[in-house]
């Protein structure tokens, strides 16, 4: 039973953008704490970014490798949760994970590759 889906994984080179998205058939996004993880080739996995539900305020929390450059977001109305990638580096390259802890619902990752 799929449950999260992640998309708009791609090429891009160093310095530039991407925006993933993760799409949710089971949670209603706006009322739990998700999360972005990656996994770069041979690594483990390394936590991005967190944004907690309304109930939380919605905070925000970056891994420091990313704080400045990655930006965390909601859509309410689409039910759809976003990460925008701004400056990405060669070492951001890595499969990239839309998560709910909680409930251990991990999508299936979409690949992030930087490099000229």
């Known amino acids: 039973e799929v449950q999260v889906v992640e998309s708009g994984g791609g090429l891009v080179q160093p310095g530039g953008s991407l925006r993933l998205s993760c799409v949710s058939s089971?949670?209603?996004?706006?009322?739990?704490?998700m999360n972005w993880v990656r996994q770069a080739p041979g690594k483990g996995l390394q936590w991005v970014a967190r944004?907690?539900?309304?109930?939380?305020?919605?905070?925000?929390t970056y891994a420091e490798s990313v704080k400045g450059r990655f930006t965390v977001s909601r859509d309410n109305v689409k039910n759809t949760l976003q990460l925008q990638m701004n400056d990405l580096k060669p070492e951001d390259s890595a499969v990239y994970y839309c998560?709910?802890?909680?409930?251990?619902?991990w999508g299936q990752g979409t690949q992030v590759t930087v490099s000229s």
């Open positions: 089971e949670f209603i996004l706006s009322t739990v704490t």
């Open positions: 944004i907690g539900g309304t109930n939380r305020g919605s905070r925000k």
């Open positions: 998560v709910h802890f909680t409930q251990g619902v």
